[in-house]
Each structure stands twice: as structure tokens, then as C-alpha cells.
């Protein structure tokens, strides 16, 4: 250090006394301000006095300022006069003494004790901070000012500030966190954690991170195993893991979403730090973190002290029995002597305590000043800070030492204990996801961690001042010592950050803002997106032809979008009505129970037809119902959206019936066929009979019995043929039920036959015999087959005999197909009955995801309506059926039809 740039102070005696303190307290030059005639100016603290005007001011309750003005000012009273001048002639005789002073605050005393010595390289002014180095502490109210001097508590007030600021900084950030010991049980948690996990820490302490009744689920909503929970695998490989989301299921039910950062902790007794967001809402908790219990224990007050003398000739020592007490030992088991004693210091520390003894011997050093450990009885160490100041002859040779040894072991494991704390602290905040640093009054940064520098720059400022121009919240903290909170994008990367400023303090009680900058880009992202999606929607639902309303679990309408609103004009919707005016069946009946009130309770997706009268007219209204479930599926809401149906209802009644023309035309030519056999036959009948009677005059009563018998005969076929088409076209249906497939099978069979022949189609069956029936309709299921039979004899219209398949033996069949055939197949599975219909035309070319579409069809222009297989396919679908397209064996087309056995 530079020697002090004032000159020494001028105003009597007790102006030099308090100058002579100041500058024992001071760690560099005075201010020449300082102390002028005899005032002192210590508002605001000089740098160099901060240090002890902190521990003044902690110790009388009072500002720093405050407290350094009060002691200088008494300086110069007794007994603080005497003191200081008996320290100062010490100091003028190169003896540094510790010296006790009292500081009277209204009705009350407060001792403080000073201890100095000698600074390396300082020089011999009195009054320059540079000659020595001093330390203030405050003493306990029992310590009397005539009991021999102890070993300050420095380290552990300081361990115990830095602990409690350490606490604090915890319990302010916006994060969970929960630190666990090696065996994964929780020892520590904040009251984030406890908020989150929905728990007290007196329940969560104590807990192990296997326990059972955590349940987690993954994003996709499927259960989370134990042993991929973040935790347990930190735990297992000791690997750092970043980023995992998960649900937390908590007892009510609710799920909350964290993100979860986990990092081992490299210290003795520690497990890992579990930190977590909520990001349930995409966006950080806004409170204060808070412990419910204190870290650790307050710092032990200091030890014993125990005297000692060392005749250097002869090896003999007085050692006081409080010095062999403090190792573990009583007095009569170590001896007096310098051997002995030697023994008993750790073998680390011995060539360097040698070396200092001899320094202080050889007269390098004014006194004998030296820390070291020693070996206790039970194996342990203690510090010892070995004090002692040498004995010469006339001739200068040294002839004994006499000192003290101060138990420190308290000392130096606070000193321990506060590395640890900072190292853990440092190694804490280097490891969030987050970026954290320390601001002061001058906008220096007093601390940043590894994040910051990773983000930004090693010399980079608060982000605040690359953001704002004249006014920054940071800043403002200052003055309104209040949390800010405020967004940042940062220019280079476009990451925007959420900031939080909060008032905290210096060890020396001078101002500094905590901010914590928490990287919310990418939520923010997807609020925007949210917010546009949101956007879209509603105008998708604004411009939509229907009525869209949502119900609430009290079956009131608490959305409505334009449409139908324009359709229910007199209903106010902003004040929420009940469900039921949207049903004309309902809203005049007080007593009605709305269809939404069925569907909430039924908890399933329905559909209803209403007529209703509009501006128009009476229009149908189809209503459809779409519940909204929580995640434990309950229903917390309905979608009711409402559809004007009339034209097109009234477009499927003519599509049914030009359907039924359609089938008519087909069944027609069938029944030609049919008819036209036993027509023929009554033709051949009759003309025979006529002959019979121009070639005999007289007829045999018998002969026109058996003539008639074939003529009625014939004409009862003809009865059946019109009987089973009226009942086609009619659609006679009886409604579903059981129906023996091959013989509804054989009879439609019956119908198209002839075509099939007068086609030059063979047909081929294959029906399994103890076929079980199937749940259908059995005019439906005639109908279905007449259609895929027509279908099948169309396709080979197209088909020449010398462009067909050569005859092929199926793998299912002994029969020889030929050239153009249909083959019908029924058989029966574990749970369907199986009907299929197989050709060898040309196949559907690749179009057999359009095959059931209305108005699709292969045909030439004029040659069909492409409503046949649509309409084949509603058929079978009221049956819960299946129907299929695709290629048969032979290269043309199969229609498979999955049936379910009737019950």
C-alpha cells in the first residue's frame, strides 16, 4: 500500500487518538476529508472504512455511517482515551497489542476489540493505514474488558450474514428447487416446491425421490416409468440432465407441467438439485422463493485459550492445562517439554511452524504470529493460532519464549464452511437455465454467472442498458427498493428474456439489485402462435354456414358464433341463456329436459333433427354433439353445432328414388328373363292344346286337367317372380335381424340368372353349409347381392372371349372356371361371416378408393348413375358391417362384405 496522503493530524490530543484509530481501521489512504479539526465526516463511508463501519453499525443497530462517527467521536473519552494511548506507545515500541473500546449508544455499552499487526512492507508512520493491518469485532456483553483477549468471531458473523443473504437470494428466485442427499431423500426444498407440489415441506422433507405415489406422465400424456424421471437418473450415472418435461399428477387430479433441470452436487452429504419451471401457463411464477428452514447452524462462538512457556536451552515448557484439555488430554499425559509437545502438531505443519519460530528468533519478525493444526486424543485436528514473543540476554541470543495458543478449529471451519457456501452458491447459480448477476449503484456487475457469459460477453453490462435509452427498470429498483418485472429481446440474438429485478444488499449494507433473466422465447413464440391460431379459428367459426354453441356443465350457451345468432335473433346470448331455447321442441316448456342436458349426462357424441321456422320458412335442423372432457374425462363443456339441413335432406330423397328407378331398370331386365321361360312354356301349353282340339273332336276330361295343371304351374311361377320384384322395389324391410345368408343368396340369385346366360357368364358358388346367420336385413342383403352380381356382369361386357383369363383353377376350388365368370363365396371366421364376389373383368384401374363415392361410376356416359355401390355401402354400414374393394386372384375385381353372426 502507498503511504497516507494527509498529513498528521494537528488538533491535540484527542483528534490524534481518533486519526491514530482511523487509520488502524482503514485498509488504504484516508480521504482528506476525513477528519478535519477534530469533526468527523463519515456520511457517506469512505471505501477503505467500509468494512468496519458495517461491523459497527450490525453490531449497535444502526447505520454504517452512524456507527464509525460514534466510535471516532469517543475516541477521545475515557476509557477509550487511555486505551488507544496506551496501544499507540506500544505501537511506537513496535509492540502490537489488541485493545478493547466501548461504544456508549443511550443506556447502553457495546465493547469492541481491535487486533493488529504488523503489515508486510508497511511502513513506521503511526498514522499511516499502510503500517498495519487491524480487524474490529464486537464482543458478547459477558466478555469484561479485564478477561484476556479471544479470538474474534469474525468468520462465523460473516458465515452467518453470508447465509442468510444466501437464503434470501434462494427464496427470492422464481424457481422451484429441491436439493436431495445421496440416498435421494429430500433435505431441502423451497416454497416454490411447495406450491407446486402441492405438499408442506414438513411433508416433502424426508421423502425419497422412488417413492411411489409420484406420478408423472410424459408430454404425449403416457405414464412417465420411475426410472426415466430425471432424478433417479441423475442419481444413478451422476450425469447433469437439462430440459425434461413432465407432468406431475397431482392428488386432486390437476396436472401441472415442469420443466425439470437436475445436477448432481459435488459436495459432501448432498445428493442432487432438482430445479423446475412452471411453465403450466408458459410463464414463470411471479412470487418470492422461500426456505422453511435455515440451511445450517449459526457459526460456533470462538474456543479456549491456554498460555505457555519455552526455555529454549533446556526444552522445558510450562503448558498450561487448558492448552492439553483442548487436545483431549488430562495433565499428566503429555510432559512438559518442547519434544513432547511436538508430537502432538500435524506433521503437515511442522517445517513451517520451524520456519516461523526461527524468523521471530533471528529477530525478522517483531513477535511470533502462526496458525496450525494439531492432533486431538480422538484423532482429529484442531487449529491453533500460536501467538509468542522471545526472551534475549545482554547478548542478544534468545533465551525463552512466552505465548498463548487460541483454539481457531471454529474459526477455520466456518472459514470452511463459507467456501463451501460460496462454491456451492457459485456452482448453483452457474448451473441454472437462467441468467443471473449482481448490479450495482455505478452499473458494474459484482457477479454474473456462467449463462450470462455464455449469452452475452465477458465484459458485457446489465442487459438493461443496451435496452433503454434515459429510464430502465433495473435502475429504478434503486430508488423504489420493489420488485420489477419486465420483458428484454436482445438485439444480437432475438432471445427474449423475462427479467426479474430484485432490491438486495452487499455484505457492507450497500445496495445491489439481484436480476434474474429467464429465456422465454420460446413460449413466447407459441403464445404469438397461440394467439394467431386462436385468431384463425374464430374466423374459420365466424364465416362458417352453421351454428356453432358452447354449453357449460350448467347447460348454459356461453358462445355463440355469428351464424347463430343471425338464426336466433331474439335470444340474448350475452347473458348466457339456458341450452334449451336453441331447440324449438323445448323452449316454451318449462318442464322440457334440452337433448343437451341427455348428453352431458349420457357423456357420448349424438345427433338430432328439429324442424324450426326461420326468416325463410320451416327449415330441418340437424343438431350434433360433441363433449369436451377434462383429463380425467369428465365433461366440462358441449359443442352443439347446428346445420340447415332441408336441401339436402330433400336432395337424398331424390337421389333414393332415382336409385330406385335404377334398380328397377336392372331388376326389370332380370325379371324379362325370368318371365319369359314360363311364358314360352304357356305359349307351348296353349298352342298344343289348340291343336289337340283341331285334330279331335272329342277331348278326354283328363287330358285337359293335365294341359291346365301345366298351365297353372307356369303361371304361379310368374306369381313368385312379380311377388319377390315387388318386394325388392318396395323395400318391404322387416328392420334388422337374423338372416340365413346362402338362401337370401340363392334367392336373389334367382332374379339375375338368366342374365348371366343370355351374358355367356358362368356362375360358380362356393357356400359353406353350416353357414351361421348374420345380423342384417334380408331384403337389403338380396339387394346388396343383385347389385354386386349386376356390377360384376357389366365390367365383362367389355370383356371378348380371347381377351379373358384362360380357364383357372382357384387354390379354394377343384372346379374349372371359364373364360368369363362370377364366383360368390361365403364362409364363416372366429367373429364375421364373410360374403365374397369375385370376377375376372378388367378390374377397377387403380380407383378403389372412389368405388362408394354418390354419383362415381366406370360406366359410359348414360349407361348409370354411379348411386349403386354408394348406396350398397350405406346398406351394409346399418347392418355394422364392413364392405371392401380390391383385386381378386384373377386379375379383376373382389367385393368383400364382413358380416357379424347374428346372437
Not at 551 to 558: A, C, G, I, L, T
Request: some cysteine.
Amino acid at each position: 500500500m502507498n503511504k497516507a496522503s494527509t498529513a498528521p493530524f494537528r488538533a491535540g490530543r484527542p483528534g490524534q487518538l481518533a486519526q491514530f484509530l482511523a487509520a488502524d481501521l482503514a485498509d488504504s489512504a484516508l480521504p482528506a476529508a476525513f477528519l478535519q479539526d477534530g469533526v468527523v465526516n463519515a456520511s457517506p463511508v469512505p471505501d477503505c472504512l467500509r468494512y468496519a463501519a458495517g461491523v459497527l453499525g450490525a453490531a449497535l443497530g444502526c447505520a454504517p455511517d452512524a456507527g464509525l462517527k460514534a466510535l471516532l467521536e469517543q475516541a477521545g473519552q475515557e476509557p477509550n482515551a487511555g486505551t488507544i494511548a496506551t496501544a499507540l506507545e506500544k505501537r511506537s515500541a513496535g509492540i502490537h497489542a489488541p485493545y478493547r473500546l466501548v461504544v456508549e449508544t443511550g443506556h447502553d455499552a457495546v465493547w469492541f476489540m481491535i487486533h493488529t499487526r504488523p503489515a508486510f512492507g508497511g511502513g513506521t508512520d503511526l498514522y499511516d493505514p499502510a503500517s498495519a493491518i487491524a480487524v474490529i469485532e464486537p464482543l458478547d456483553p459477558d466478555q469484561a474488558p479485564d478477561q484476556p483477549a479471544q479470538q474474534p468471531k469474525a468468520s462465523g458473523r460473516n458465515l452467518a450474514v453470508l447465509r442468510e443473504k444466501h437464503r434470501v437470494l434462494y427464496d427470492i428466485l422464481p424457481i422451484g428447487l429441491t436439493i436431495t442427499d445421496e440416498d435421494g431423500i429430500i433435505i431441502e426444498v423451497n416454497s416454490v416446491s411447495e406450491k407446486v407440489l402441492a405438499h408442506p415441506a414438513e411433508a416433502l422433507i424426508g421423502k425419497s425421490v422412488y417413492d411411489d405415489s409420484w406420478q408423472m406422465i410424459r408430454p404425449d400424456g403416457s405414464p412417465l416409468p420411475p426410472d426415466e424421471y430425471a432424478c433417479v437418473r441423475a442419481l444413478r450415472t451422476g450425469e447433469t440432465l437439462l430440459g425434461q418435461e413432465v407432468g406431475i399428477i397431482r392428488e386432486n387430479g390437476e396436472v401441472i407441467w415442469l420443466s425439470i433441470y437436475v445436477a448432481p452436487i459435488d459436495l459432501e452429504g448432498y445428493g442432487i438439485a432438482i430445479i423446475y419451471v412452471d411453465v403450466t401457463k408458459s410463464r414463470i411464477i411471479e412470487n418470492n422463493l422461500r426456505k422453511r428452514e435455515h440451511r445450517y447452524r449459526m457459526a460456533v462462538e470462538a474456543g479456549h485459550i491456554g498460555v505457555w512457556e519455552w526455555e529454549l536451552n533446556t526444552g522445558n515448557m510450562y503448558l498450561d492445562p487448558n492448552l492439553k484439555h483442548m487436545l483431549g488430554y488430562e495433565d499428566w499425559e503429555i510432559e512438559s517439554n518442547i519434544d513432547d509437545w511436538s508430537q502432538h502438531v500435524h506433521a503437515a505443519d511442522q517445517n513451517a511452524l520451524q520456519e516461523s519460530i526461527q524468523q521471530h528468533l533471528s529477530g525478522q519478525t517483531p513477535y511470533f504470529d502462526f496458525e496450525h493444526r494439531m492432533l486431538h486424543k480422538n484423532g482429529s485436528q484442531v487449529w491453533v493460532l500460536a501467538r509468542g514473543v522471545a526472551s534475549f540476554d545482554a547478548d542478544g541470543n534468545p533465551v525463552s519464549m512466552t505465548g498463548t495458543d487460541l483454539d481457531i478449529t471454529d474459526r477455520k471451519l466456518a472459514e470452511e464452511a463459507l467456501e463451501v457456501e460460496r462454491k456451492r452458491l457459485f456452482s448453483l447459480l452457474d448451473r441454472l437455465p437462467a441468467f443471473v448477476c449482481l448490479i450495482a449503484t455505478d452499473r458494474t456487475l459484482r457477479f454474473k454467472n456462467r449463462y450470462f457469459v455464455e449469452q452475452f460477453s465477458e465484459d458485457a453490462g446489465p442487459p438493461c442498458t443496451t435496452a433503454c435509452a434515459a429510464s430502465c427498470p433495473t435502475f429504478e429498483v434503486f430508488d423504489t427498493r420493489s420488485l420489477a418485472v419486465w420483458e428484454w429481446t436482445s438485439e444480437r440474438t432475438g432471445q427474449v428474456f423475462q427479467i426479474y429485478d430484485y432490491p438486495f444488499e452487499d455484505v457492507d449494507g450497500s445496495p445491489l439489485v439481484l436480476e434474474l433473466g429467464i429465456d422465454v422465447t420460446v413460449s413466447r413464440r407459441a403464445q404469438d402462435a397461440l394467439q394467431a391460431s386462436e385468431q384463425r379459428y374464430r374466423s374459420i367459426t365466424d364465416n362458417l354456414a352453421m351454428g356453432i354453441a358452447m354449453v357449460d356443465e350448467n347447460y348454459r350457451v356461453v358462445a355463440a358464433n355469428p351464424k347463430l345468432r343471425e338464426w336466433y335473433s331474439h335470444v340474448d346470448f350475452d347473458s348466457p341463456p339456458p341450452c334449451k331455447v336453441l331447440f324449438p321442441s323445448c323452449a316454451e316448456d318449462t318442464h322440457c329436459k334440452s337433448p343437451c342436458t341427455r348428453v352431458l349426462a349420457e357423456r357420448m357424441e349424438t345427433e338430432i333433427l328439429e324442424d324450426m321456422t326461420l326468416a325463410g320458412g320451416t327449415r330441418t335442423m340437424r343438431f350434433n354433439f360433441y363433449p369436451v372432457r377434462r383429463n380425467d374425462g369428465s365433461i366440462r363443456s358441449l359443442i352443439v353445432m347446428i346445420e340447415d339441413v332441408t336441401d339436402r335432406l330433400r336432395d337424398q330423397a331424390r337421389l333414393q328414388r332415382a336409385q330406385k328407378l335404377e334398380a328397377m331398370g336392372t331388376l326389370a331386365g332380370g325379371i324379362a328373363h325370368e318371365i319369359n321361360q314360363p311364358l314360352n312354356a304357356l305359349r307351348l301349353y296353349v298352342s298344343g292344346l289348340d291343336m289337340v282340339i283341331d285334330q279331335q273332336e272329342i277331348i278326354s276330361r283328363e287330358l285337359v286337367k293335365e294341359r291346365l295343371g301345366l298351365i297353372m304351374n307356369e303361371c304361379r311361377k310368374i306369381s313368385d317372380i312379380i311377388v319377390h320384384m315387388r318386394s325388392l322395389v318396395r323395400q318391404e324391410t322387416r328392420g334388422l335381424g337374423s338372416v340365413d345368408l346362402n338362401h337370401a343368396l340363392e334367392s336373389a340369385l334367382s332374379l339375375v340368372t338368366a342374365q348371366l346366360r343370355s351374358h355367356d357368364i358362368t356362375l360358380r358358388l362356393n357356400l359353406q353349409s353350416d353357414l351361421p346367420k348374420v345380423h342384417a336385413n334380408p331384403v337389403q342383403v338380396e339387394q346388396v347381392v343383385i347389385n354386386l352380381v349386376v356390377n360384376a356382369m357389366n365390367a365383362l361386357e367389355s370383356v371378348t372371349p380371347a381377351a379373358s383369363k384362360r380357364p383357372v383353377k382357384p387354390a379354394s376350388s377343384d372346379m374349372e372356371l371359364p373364360e368369363k365368370f362370377v364366383y360368390i363365396r361365403t364362409e364363416s371366421e372366429s367373429d364375421h361371416v364373410i360374403l365374397s364376389v369375385h370376377d375376372n373383368g378388367p378390374g377397377f384401374k387403380g380407383m378403389e378408393d372412389r368405388l362408394f363415392d354418390p354419383f362415381f361410376t366406370t360406366k359410359d356416359p348414360g349407361k348409370g348413375m354411379g348411386l349403386g355401390l354408394s348406396i350398397v355401402h350405406t346398406m351394409v354400414r346399418s347392418w355394422d358391417a364392413e364392405i371392401s374393394a380390391g383385386q381378386s386372384p384373377w386379375g379383376g375385381a373382389t367385393f368383400t362384405v364382413r358380416m357379424r353372426p347374428a346372437e
